[in-house]
């Protein structure tokens, strides 16, 4: 099971360097940042306290492909991407969190929590607005879901699949809501305009 939700949570993100590439999907730079820094963070955190190796797939593969998609997303905006004041307030609670993780990993797990879920607001915009595709949200809600399937152990070991799974199911139900919102607005232009 781990390594289905390994192959699809790759594919994910195949599929969406494509469309970032092509124009159809609009990613934030600075939510990829708080994101990849938080992964590397669980990543740590799951090495800490872990200790069959099942449970470190996800959270190493997650952190190897947001890394690389980081980078080439560097690379496709050429490297003129910034970080606004919110931006960085988040990556600063992220470092505050990975302090954490070497005092007491558990604690960390939950800090965590708040800027992951912080950081996934301008996507949500985005995807309301049509800049997100949900193929890819819908492949890594799939991948997220077989995650949880075979997460056990303590509550601290299930809080990060279940904030990500809500958080990537969340975007999805977004731009789909975007996809049929803007379907209904050209129907009514349609209408209005004959």
């Not at 890394?67 to 003129?80: D, E, Q, T, V």
């Amino acid at each position: 099971m781990a390594i289905l939700c390994a192959l699809l949570f790759s594919f994910g993100f195949l599929i969406y360097a494509l469309q970032t590439r092509s124009g159809s999907s609009s990613p934030n730079f600075g939510s990829w940042i708080v994101w990849a820094s938080i992964s590397a963070a669980n990543a740590l955190i799951c090495f800490l306290v872990m200790a069959e190796w099942e449970g470190l797939v996800i959270p190493f593969l997650d952190t190897f492909c947001v890394l690389l998609f980081l980078g080439a997303l560097w690379r496709c905006k050429k490297g003129s991407c910034s970080l606004t004041a919110y931006d960085k307030k988040l990556l600063s609670m992220t470092v505050a969190g990975l302090l954490i993780a070497f005092y007491d990993p558990k604690l960390s797990t939950f800090f965590l929590q708040i800027p992951l879920v912080l950081a996934v607001w301008p996507t949500l915009k985005g995807a309301l607005e049509g800049e997100e595709n949900y193929l890819v949200w819908g492949i890594w809600s799939a991948a997220l879901t077989i995650n949880l399937a075979t997460t056990s152990g303590n509550f601290e070991n299930w809080i990060y699949p279940i904030t990500m799974f809500l958080l990537h199911f969340g975007v999805f139900s977004a731009t789909v809501f975007g996809v049929l919102r803007q379907k209904s607005f050209a129907r009514l232009s349609a209408i209005t305009e004959s």
